[in-house]
């Protein structure tokens, strides 16, 4: 161990005690020296460590659904710490895990009906594409191994996640490392087609044809799955063309190939159901979950799946592991008694049903900034929605982008969170958020896009 004296701190953190925390997508070097510093939470605010009261028009990152430190979640993570911390899930049980797991699942469309735990979003994914692997050999299909995902697609950070992921940024330092026989179908973005429209683009359906391409060009015989979310969001909240999932699903369905909808982001309640595929009414044949799934408060991932493909595991001697696969976390009681917690929420307040009610209020309101400057876009689905900006002659990574300062002057002069991406601001409140509320980080959008240059 190194005897050289490391910074410490009591009291209020101060720019010399933030070196040694290599930070997860963050310009940290910017961030050091100028830090966004958030230090509680309650319902739609976070307090800063300068005492301002922060509007989070984020739900964190997309998951505090319920809004902040929700009493009945909290308490339930608290009397579950006490009552069993840990307990293996590997050859042993708990019971918060199998109730979970069976109301969870009640809240699945169609067939859907059993889960695989894991801790993130990204672990979700990666867990989603083994099952889809096995699945097909072990009904015999053991040439079906090729994932296809599409351009613009964000599945986290595993290996398989940025494989199948269509993120050159994320993707570019990796590329000798990248998981084998993916390929991608075209995103369905276009500003010239597309731009201000409402929810769901009329132009593009037809951008599903790509995937009957990428098929025939490899052979529907070594094709595992197709992953996709069923509204990009970390890549700028990218509703799907009126028409095209619907391509998708009966693409995947003519050369039997699954469907998986990864769904971190759209599950939970962010498109007043509890899936987007029951907002859409395509149903997948496996979903992935976090996020939302437990308001954030405990890292939960969940991969949801079809009945039939469970089925096909369960072949073999009885003794036998029926898939090498899981989490020393999985299953984690404290991230179980959180979800159970988490959906009793979303009933009794209707939560998801509160969403769907705001969906127009929301959009309406997002859509009012269209002439607001440097606008070239709005988009909104549900209780997600984003504005694009033209980029202007900023070049980042050595100047701030567009989107970059609306975030930083939206923290530090509107005491509000979003998120940015490129040229694109993204916001996705919690599902309690009030019109009055939504009008007022609307207002402050306008007040910070007023200084942008
Ligand atoms: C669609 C999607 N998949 C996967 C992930 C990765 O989740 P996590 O950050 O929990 O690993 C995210 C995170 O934003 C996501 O939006």
């Known amino acids: 161990m190194s005897s050289s004296v490391k910074p410490g701190s009591s009291g209020p953190l101060k720019p010399n005690d933030l070196e040694a925390h290599f930070m997860p997508f963050t ?25 301002r009261q922060i509007m989070d028009a984020s739900a964190g990152m997309w998951c505090v659904n319920a809004g902040h430190a929700h009493p009945k979640i909290v308490a339930a993570i608290q009397k579950q710490a006490a009552e069993l911390d840990y307990a293996p899930n590997f050859s042993f049980g708990h019971p918060v895990s199998f109730k979970a797991a069976s109301l969870l699942c009640a809240e699945m469309p169609s067939d859907i009906d059993h889960v695989f735990f894991s801790n993130s979003g990204s672990e979700a994914v990666d867990t989603a594409i083994k099952i889809a692997i096995a699945y097909q050999r072990a009904r015999g299909r053991g040439t079906k191994t090729r994932i296809i995902g599409r ?23 990796f590329s000798g490392a990248l998981m084998q026989g993916v390929d991608h179908i075209h995103h369905t973005y276009n500003l010239s ?27 529907a015989e070594n094709i595992a799955a197709v992953i996709i979310e069923p509204v990009p969001g970390s890549t700028g909240v990218l509703p799907p063309p009126k028409g095209y ?39 997948p044949d496996i979903i992935t ?38 989490y020393t976390y999985s299953g984690h009681p404290l991230a179980c008694a959180a979800a159970l917690a988490t959906l009793e929420v979303y009933k009794e307040e209707k939560l998801f049903e509160r969403a769907a009610n705001l969906e127009k209020k929301w959009s309406e309101a997002l859509h009012s900034l269209k002439d607001a400057p440097h606008v070239v ?75 942008v240059k």
């Open 151 to 173: 351009e613009r697609g964000y599945h986290g950070v595993n290996i398989a996640g940025i494989s199948v992921g269509g993120l050159g940024y994320n993707r570019q330092v």
């Open 245 to 283: 999932l619907e391509k998708i699903s009966a693409i995947c369905t003519k050369y039997d190939i699954l469907l998986i909808f990864d769904e971190v982001i759209t599950a939970w309640g962010r498109l007043g159901r509890a899936t987007a595929a029951e907002y859409f009414n395509v149903m």
């Open 27 to 51: 310009a940290q070097r910017q961030f050091k020296r100028k830090p966004r510093m958030l230090t509680s939470a309650k319902g739609m605010y976070y307090s800063s460590d300068d005492g």
């Open 193 to 219: 087609e597309q731009a201000f429209s409402r929810l769901q683009p009329e132009w593009g359906a037809h951008l599903a044809d790509d995937l009957e391409r990428r098929i025939l060009l490899h052979d």
């Open 289 to 326: 979950s976090a996020k939302g799934i437990n308001n954030a408060t405990v890292p939960l991932g969940a991969t949801f799946i079809r009945r039939s493909i469970y089925d096909a595991f369960m072949r073999g001697g009885e003794y036998g592991i029926e898939f090498m696969h899981g």
């Open 377 to 451: 876009d709005i988009r909104t689905i549900g209780l997600m929605g984003a504005v694009e900006f033209a980029p202007g002659s900023r070049n980042p990574p050595q100047e701030m982008s567009r989107a970059m300062e609306v975030f930083d002057k939206m923290f530090f002069e509107q005491d509000c969170v979003l998120r940015f991406t490129g040229n694109v601001i993204a916001m996705s409140p919690p599902l309690i958020i009030s019109e009055s509320q939504i009008d007022e980080i609307v207002a402050k959008l306008r007040k910070a896009l007023a200084t």
